[in-house]
């Protein structure tokens, strides 16, 4: 496969096929939210699009990242939202880097949101659609994120179908940037099991596919056939 990996001011057009990788923690929480029911994610552009459109549906359940805040009913945590019933509803979720990685990207013809939950189902997706090659965004600290960046190599060598040892990818996600600030409390909206729940690799056997719906960047589950 050919992969090239950008971070998000480096999408200076529109890739054809865009993975866009969060590991801490926005689509390793987008897959939580599906796990626990959610039938879709919209992902906001903003806090205060996030706010208007959680007033426009009450029923929706408006995320954010960071600390809790009026208004939203729940933060970026796997493991705050898997003790949450999502069953049939509409989450909004607005992040620092993996929503706005996605609607960096909304114009490409596929884009997929993942993570290492998802990591063999976005593989595997990949090498039916993608058509050869692919454009992973990195979406946290400008392309730099070691997290994004190993989940990412990974996806890609899977689906190469080129071997890949799983554990050295997590190993340089466990110790990344991220991961420290996550342990350590740096960061705000944190559950203990956040990190152990991002680097769950194949936790779901679903892809998530992003589209435009409605002039709003919609995230979906996406069921990938296992090989036979
Ligand atoms: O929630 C997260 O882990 C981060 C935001 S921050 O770095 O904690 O402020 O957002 P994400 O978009 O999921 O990387
Ligand atoms: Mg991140």
């Known amino acids: 496969m050919d992969a090239r990996f950008l971070g998000i001011p480096e999408l200076t057009e529109v890739p054809a096929v865009a993975v866009v990788v969060d590991v801490m923690r926005a689509f390793t929480v987008a897959a939580w939210a599906f796990a626990q029911g959610a039938e879709k994610i919209v992902l906001a552009e903003s806090l205060d699009e996030a706010l208007a459109l959680k007033a426009r549906h009450p029923d929706w359940a408006a995320l954010k990242d ?27 979720q607005k992040t620092t880097a993996g929503t706005v990685g996605a609607l960096a990207v909304k114009e ?31 979406t946290g600290e400008d392309g730099q994120a070691e997290e994004d960046l190993a989940c990412a190599q990974y996806i890609a060598r899977r689906a190469a179908g080129t071997g890949a040892d799983a554990a050295d990818f997590l190993r340089r996600a466990a110790e990344s940037r991220a991961a420290g600030e996550l342990v350590e409390g740096v960061r705000e909206g944190v559950h203990p099991d956040d990190v152990a729940l991002c680097l769950e690799l194949d936790r779901f056997p679903f892809a998530m596919v992003a589209s435009v719906e409605d002039s709003l960047m919609v995230l979906r589950p996406h069921e990938v056939a296992s090989p036979m």
Do not use: Q
């Open 108 to 138: 490409a013809s596929l884009v997929l949101c993942a993570s290492f939950v998802v990591a063999e189902a976005t593989a595997r997706l990949l090498r039916t659609r993608a058509g050869g090659s692919a454009t992973f965004v990195v």
């Open 66 to 92: 960071g600390p809790p805040a009026p208004g939203f009913d729940a933060v970026n945590s796997p493991g705050m939202l898997r003790s949450v019933d999502l069953g049939g509803r509409t989450v909004v």
